[in-house]
């Protein structure tokens, strides 16, 4: 019976130990699944958190340069008809035959462009000389000698006097005012000024260019491509100019809306955006990102600017929790599910995960970019081409290709091998890139061929910028390696409606073909003497 009694007190402790040690093991193995799949969480956290900072900078800046570039198209046109010798004749002698052509010139402008709601030349006394007002239904309309006003008394107009020849007034972002009054339905306004001076620099009055504020605004809704951000544009006080809500705008200039103030519902986010010219601020309601920049024409226009504005990009803490909840989700279901196979099925499901990243990234580049140069690939380049070309259309702004060849690969190929020919391939695309501007881009369509696509540059601009790549290629060739490096290169300039991506390319092949037989033909000369 004691025999019996000890057996069985001797199973009972070994499943007690059983139970006690797998319990133990149970938690330990929790603990450490719980520790993998933190690590896990907080890795792909951050790498969630550092991709979206990415993104909304990118964005932002973005947003930033179109406002620029757009605000350069508006100084072009204002200088283009201010500082003409149709105008100097216009105030200087009031030639009519002069007025005739420069009204006629003012309404095309305002027809193409429609970007304008007024434009004015006006005399040194104030007084209208010409003045084009865009209708209700954007078309322009010429006002009558008779309808004239005179604006000695308004600020831009002040402002202008006091200006040197060039000089370009911007006025700050406000609603339009007429007769005294802010006119309805609200109009948002940029007023452009600048004085016209004749050939002794002698004053003779001033031209004004009304720009449709709106299209600003229409400019970042267009561009807000993420669900749930809040664009804001801001004055210098914090009044919203741009707002996810339009009733909420304009509490600067409208006593009934003064309340709504960013500076003073977002106190301690304005202290901070207002000490910085850019930067990415977080608190309890989510990320804010910011620019501070100034609405006017950059170089090279000389321009008298007003106060800056600033540039808020706001992601809702909402929409930040709910682009983390597949990933909160996901590891809750690898939690409940995976706890049999321990921490080396959680380990592998993050490995995989983080090497699908890796692998999404590297065949987007791929998909876009030439592996040797690290420029687009002909599909990217052309389709960049392509978007450029509608973009410019659209704006009516000026577009140019450069097509180059880079001299002598085959030689270098066949007298020095191949990774010499890689070597001046890349040289070439290390030349383009240093030398073209931010807004430009370029491509390698293949071989020794590279694409240049020259954004609001007209075609003798783009030589320019075509030789100076040519003579940097050469000096870049025979200070690394002894040899002086040549290309060929043409360009060309989109012409009507009918152009095309394969045409301008074929022009810019043409033209650099040209060039190429002329190299060819100077190097047989040399080859003969």
Known sequence: MESILNTFNEKLAIKHWKRKRGLLYAMILTMFLLLVLLLIHSSLYDQIKSDRETEQ??????????????????????????????????????????????????????LVQQRYEQMRLLDLSGNE????????????????????????????????????????????????????????????????ATPVHDKNKKLLGVAVMNYNGKRIQELLDDLNIHNGDQVFLLNHEGYYLKSNTPETEWGA????????????????????????????????????????????????????????????????????????????????????????????????????????????????????????????NRKAITDCLQENINLSRR????????????????????????????????GAATVINKVIRMTDSAGRLGGDEFLVVFIDCAQEDAHIIMRRIKSEFYVLGSKMHDMPWSLSYGCTELLDESDSVSEMIRRADIAMYKNKMAYKDKNSELDES
């Open 395 to 426: 704006r009516g702004s000026k577009l140019s290709l450069g097509f180059i060849d880079v001299n002598d690969l085959k030689k270098m190929n066949d007298e020095f091998g191949h990774e010499a020919g890689d070597r001046l391939i890349k």
């Open 253 to 376: 200039v409208l006593p009934e809306r003064a309340s709504y103030q960013f500076s003073k519902q977002h106190p301690n986010i304005w202290s901070q955006i207002t000490s910085e010219d850019r930067g990415h601020l977080t608190d309890n309601s989510g990320e804010y990102y910011f620019s501070r920049f100034y609405l006017s024409p950059s170089s090279p226009f000389n321009v008298i600017e007003n106060k800056p504005v600033l540039l808020v990009m706001h992601i809702p803490a909402k929409v930040i929790n709910k682009s983390s909840l597949p990933l909160f989700t996901g590891l809750l279901i690898a939690f409940v599910f995976l706890f049999p196979l321990l921490a080396w099925l959680g380990w592998l499901l993050g490995g995989y995960q983080v090497n699908q990243i890796h692998l999404y990234k590297q065949m987007e580049f791929e998909a876009r970019f030439d592996a040797l140069t690290g420029l687009f």
């Open 57 to 110: 900078y990118s964005e932002l800046f973005h947003m930033q340069s179109k406002i620029v570039s757009e605000l350069n198209s508006v100084g072009s046109d204002l200088s283009y008809y201010a500082h003409s010798d149709l105008a100097i004749d216009s105030l200087a002698s009031r030639n009519i035959l002069a007025q005739k052509y420069l009204i006629s010139q003012m309404y095309n402008i305002s």
């Open 129 to 192: 000389v010409i003045r084009i007002n865009k209708t209700s239904d954007s078309i322009p309309q010429i006002v009558s000698e008779s309808m004239l006003q005179n604006k000695a008394d308004r600020y831009y107009f002040q402002e202008a006097l006091r200006l040197k020849p060039y000089q370009v007034y911007v006025s700050k972002f406000d609603l339009n005012i007429e007769n005294e009054i802010i006119e309805v339905p609200y109009k948002p306004v940029i007023r452009f």
